[in-house]
Each structure stands twice: as C-alpha cells, then as structure tokens.
C-alpha cells in the first residue's frame, strides 16, 4: 500500500529564514499533490496544488516542487515568520480525483 | 462565503451508544467528503459523495458507520453502536470540481467512554 512520509520531528528555525519541508512517498503514482496547513484545533487548510505534469508551483512566500522521478515533494516558506508556526500537511491524490492520501505532518516552529 | 460548518465540534458518549455527526458544505460543492484521524496517525479517507450518491466509500472501516446525503447538501455520519475504537477527530471536506482542492471545516472531535 502507498507510504507517505513527512518529517516527524519538529522543524526549527528562526524568523526570516526559509523553512523545507519535505514529503517523500512510495508505492504510488499521485497525479497531484497538495500542501495544507492545519493549526491546533482546527481543519486543514489549503494551500497549494501541484500537478504530476509541473515541477513548480509558486504562491506569495510558498514555493512547492514535485519531482516524481525522486517521488517526492518539497515544501518552501521563504521569509518565515512567527505567524507561519503551524503544523504542515501533504496529501496525494490520484487520476479519479476521489480522495487523498495524507502524510502525518511536520510541525514547524519559527522563533523571533 | 461561509466555509465547510461540522456539528458537533465534541462529543463524548458511551460505548454502545449512537452518534451522528453533521456536514454543510460550502454552497454549490457537488463532491462532499468524510475523513478521520484517529490519535497519532493520519487523516484518513473514509467515503465521497458526489452530490447524494456515494462515489468511493472504501475507507468506511465497518458496518457500524453509515453516511448519508440526501438531497445532495448536507451529509451525516452516524455510528452505531459506537466503540472505543471510534475516536477520533472526524474531518469533513468540500470541493466544488472533484479536480479542485478540498476545503474542509474544523471537524468534530468525538469521544468514546
């Protein structure tokens, strides 16, 4: 069955710097993924959308990229702040568009 | 435009007893979908519907959970009877295309005593 892995450790880093977060999975072939953010208590948030046809996706401060040789995803907050602290999710989904695969989250700290 | 609204936002019943959980969509979205996480794992799928008919609901663990969408608007998932197995936090999600991305609402966390 399909493996989706995020970094389970926390991802600390300091307010200006740009937070990597990375998405690798196997034992599938998504045609797209995609980047919420979730905040405790709260539902996932969508962020961005990447298709298997794109190797980038730029949105504001967000940058994500998708390499399917590599089979994996990689998650880009440019000048971090503070209020990007938050728990981030991939999630895969495939050509029926019918529902995705959700990685456990990285949890991200950004520290003034 | 107001987003995906989940009722309750807790729950907390017996073994044993029945709960349903509610879903409104944002207005329009035709694809409605029902996911959970149980603790320390994560987001799991459990069905789609696209409008009232139910599209995939291969991630529904047992016969003890029936979703339903009548009229193609809200949906409900029901637990019956309910086990310590079954709690978690129960997410829904909206999408207006099936190729768009899901906007899902705060979930509803349930409880099993």
């Known amino acids: 069955s399909q493996k989706i892995e995020q970094n389970s450790e926390a991802l600390n880093i300091q307010e200006g710097k740009t937070a990597t977060l990375t998405c690798n999975y196997t034992?599938?072939?998504?045609?797209?993924l995609q980047w919420y953010r979730q905040d405790p208590g709260r539902g996932p948030v969508f962020l961005l959308l990447?298709?298997?046809?794109?190797k980038e996706k730029r949105k504001e401060r967000l940058k994500v990229t998708f390499d399917t040789t590599l089979k994996q995803s990689l998650f880009h907050i440019t000048a971090s702040q503070p209020a990007d602290s938050a728990t981030y999710l991939c999630a895969l989904g495939g050509y029926n568009f019918n529902k995705f695969y959700f990685g456990s989250g990285t949890k991200l700290n950004v520290k003034p | 435009e107001a987003g995906v609204t989940q009722f309750p936002s807790h729950s907390v019943i017996e073994k044993g007893q029945t709960v349903t959980l509610r879903c409104d969509p944002i207005s329009g979205h035709d694809n409605l979908y029902w996911y959970r996480r149980v603790m320390g794992k994560e987001i799991k799928f459990l069905l789609h519907f696209v409008k009232e008919s139910k599209q995939d609901e291969s991630g529904m663990p047992n016969n003890r959970f029936l979703a339903e969408r009548t009229g193609g608007t809200y949906s409900t998932l029901k637990v019956q009877p309910a086990e310590l197995e079954d709690s978690g936090v129960y997410f829904c999600?909206?999408?207006?295309?099936?190729?768009?991305?899901?906007?899902f609402g705060d979930g509803t966390r349930l409880s099993i005593l």
């Open positions: 034992n599938y072939s998504p045609a797209y």
């Open positions: 999600a909206s999408s207006g295309q099936s190729n768009q991305p899901q906007h």
């Open positions: 990447i298709r298997e046809n794109e």
